[in-house]
T-cell receptor
């Protein structure tokens, strides 16, 4: 079955770049997503990338997709304390399949 | 435009009771998804409703059930509650137009089973 893997923790200093990595197994993935969850809140959609793209940039966020290796990354430039949260990677297969989420990466930003 | 709303925010029940959780999707969205987020387990897919019908179901026992109403709002029912049902239950909605199926999430209902 499909599986999405992420490292569980990442700690960075304020002002540095953060890179959160994700690998997936479903080769029929159509879209890949990044969501952010702050404490006690629901998931906020950050960005998504279509599987035939290899990069997408949106302000401080850069998504890189290596379809051959099934590897997705989210880079946050100039990381701020407000970026501290859990970041979930999710992939959408073809047809009537639901999103498959990774377990989330907890990003801690040190001032 | 209003986002996905869920009620109640918190729910406390005892073992064996039943819980009902509610979700209103974004206006114009016809699909509603339910997820369970238990501590340390990430998001587990529960149920997916589209146009009033159940389209897919995750690996959960039958005591987890739900429905979608003609106005596309949805209810999740959990019968015979067990301690391990304690979790944050998240609802998401999407338009289901085209392959993208981007899901937008509500703030969740935190269910505590004592």
């Amino acid at each position: 079955g499909e599986d999405v893997e992420q490292s569980l923790f990442l700690s960075v200093r304020e002002g540095d770049s953060s890179v959160i990595n994700c690998t997936y197994t479903d080769s029929s993935s159509t879209y890949l997503y990044w969501y952010k969850q702050e404490p006690g809140a629901g998931l906020q959609l950050l960005t998504y990338i279509f599987s035939n793209m290899d990069m997408k940039q949106d302000q401080r966020l850069t998504v890189l997709l290596n379809k051959k290796d099934k590897h997705l990354s989210l880079r946050i430039a100039d990381t701020q304390t407000g970026d501290s949260a859990i970041y979930f990677c999710a992939e959408k297969g073809s047809g009537n399949t639901p999103l498959v989420f990774g377990k989330g990466t907890r990003l801690s930003v040190i001032a | 435009e209003a986002g996905v709303t869920q009620s109640p925010t918190h729910l406390i029940k005892t073992r064996g009771q039943q819980a009902t959780l509610r979700c209103s999707p974004i206006s114009g969205h016809t699909s509603v998804y339910w997820y369970q987020q238990a501590l340390g387990l990430g998001l587990q897919f529960l149920l997916w409703y589209d146009e009033g019908e159940e389209r897919n179901r995750g690996n959960f026992p039958p005591r987890f059930s739900g429905r979608q109403f003609p106005n596309y709002s949805s209810e999740l029912n959990v019968n015979a509650l067990e301690l391990e049902d304690s979790a944050l239950y998240l609802c998401a909605s999407s338009t289901r137009r085209g392959p993208r199926d981007t899901q937008y999430f509500g703030p969740g209902t935190r269910l505590t089973v004592l």
